[in-house]
């Protein structure tokens, strides 16, 4: 079955950058997306297809993906974006993945 | 706008059975590929299985931990998926999402509802 692994945990001040990182198997030949899950709410999609934003989500919300590594950015972090991100790809083997999960804490 | 609502969570004994609803809005449900994810206490997102749209065959298919146990059927007419879950085990507890799959963009799951918490305990 086809993994992805995220970091547990990543810690950022306002304002500045947070990178999460998705590893997978050649993971930059599948489309990725990116979800934020905050505690008590439904997860809301913030990246897909690698780098597009769907409307609504902000700018500061970027993705890019490579060989082995995707990576989610938020830029100018704020309070509001405390939550877990989840990456995710659809493999042939396994269906829809998720990833590991990240937890963001914004000091 | 979209809205998904899920219900029928709750307290089941292991072995026993439950029934989910989703109910869809602000959707050409007809047409909608609809999911099920799952996120147990503590742990990450699980996609647990997803149904096409009747005009794409209204095929079912699911992870590896619910096949043969789990099924996913719809009813058009109601805007609503069902998910019925039998010989349920422990670890089956998780708020249980629903989505829908690919409605705006392809093999996404776009929209999310709120969940409903399933909890398989004696």
């Known amino acids: 079955s086809y993994v992805l692994t995220q970091p547990p945990s990543v810690s950022v001040a306002p304002g500045q950058t947070a990178k999460i990182t998705c590893g997978g198997n050649?993971?930059?030949?599948?489309?990725v997306h990116w979800y934020q899950k905050k505690p008590g709410q439904a997860p809301v999609l913030v990246v897909y297809?690698?780098?597009d934003r769907p409307s609504g989500i902000p700018e500061r919300f970027s993705g890019s993906s490579s060989g082995n590594t995707a990576t989610l950015t938020i830029s100018r972090v704020e309070a509001g974006d405390e939550a877990d991100y989840y990456c995710?790809?659809?493999?042939?083997?396994?269906?829809?993945?998720f990833g590991t999960g990240t937890k963001v804490t914004v000091l | 706008e979209v809205q998904l609502v899920e219900s029928g969570g709750g307290l089941v004994k292991p072995g026993g059975s439950l029934r989910l609803s989703c109910a869809a809005s602000?959707?050409?449900?007809?047409?909608?590929?609809m999911s099920w994810v799952r996120q147990a206490p503590g742990k990450g997102l699980e996609w647990v299985g997803r149904?096409?749209?009747?005009?794409?065959?209204?095929?079912?298919d699911f992870a590896a931990p619910v096949k043969g146990r789990f099924t996913i059927s719809r009813d058009d007419s109601k805007n609503t998926m069902y998910l019925q879950m039998n010989s349920l085990k422990t670890e089956d507890t998780a708020v249980y999402y629903c989505?829908?799959?690919?409605?705006?963009?392809?093999?996404?799951?776009?929209?999310w509802g709120r969940g409903t918490l399933v909890t398989v305990a004696s």
């Open positions: 989505t829908t799959d690919g409605y705006s963009i392809a093999a996404v799951l776009d929209y």
């Open positions: 602000g959707v050409t449900f007809t047409n909608t590929w």
């Open positions: 149904i096409r749209s009747k005009i794409d065959g209204g095929t079912t």
């Open positions: 050649n993971i930059g030949s599948k489309n």
């Open positions: 297809d690698d780098s």
């Open positions: 995710q790809v659809w493999d042939s083997s396994s269906d829809y993945v």
